[in-house]
């Protein structure tokens, strides 16, 4: 199994910037990838943001393309997303979530996080 810990959620206002961190543990040597998705009041889950564990290929939703950038740090088995330019459409429960097997489905994410809230003022 894998354990994840998001942190960096808040209050922001429009045009802000936030980073939110995705801390890794247990078998972190079986994932192959690690992504970011985000729930909007009264709205379904979509995918954000998601990088390869080894080799660090990327891939981003259109909605935060060119805002948003997603990194990881091996060492420290973590996800950071850097999220510029925030918007309060951004607003929403952000969730980290790990794969062990491709990464463009989202029923290939078997282990989420807890989530962490960030809310854009206007």
């Known amino acids: 199994q894998v354990q994840l810990v998001e942190s960096g959620g808040g209050l922001v206002q429009a045009g802000g ?16 990838a690690v992504g970011w998705f985000r729930r909007a ?4 889950r979509e995918f954000v943001a998601a990088i390869r564990w080894s080799g660090g290929r990327t891939k981003s939703a259109d909605s935060v393309k060119g805002r948003f950038t997603i990194s ?7 996800v950071y997303l850097r999220m510029n330019s925030l918007k309060p459409e951004d607003t929403a ?3 980290c979530a790990s794969a062990r097997r491709g990464w463009s489905e989202e029923y290939e994410y ?6 962490t809230q960030v809310t854009v003022s206007s």
Request: proline share 3%.
């Open 110 to 115: 078997e282990f989420w996080g807890q989530g």
């Open 41 to 44: 009041p009264g709205k379904e």
């Open 72 to 78: 990881r740090d091996n060492a420290n088995n973590t």
């Open 93 to 95: 429960v952000y969730y």
């Open 17 to 32: 910037s936030l980073r939110l961190s995705c801390a890794a543990s247990g078998r972190t040597l079986s994932l192959s």
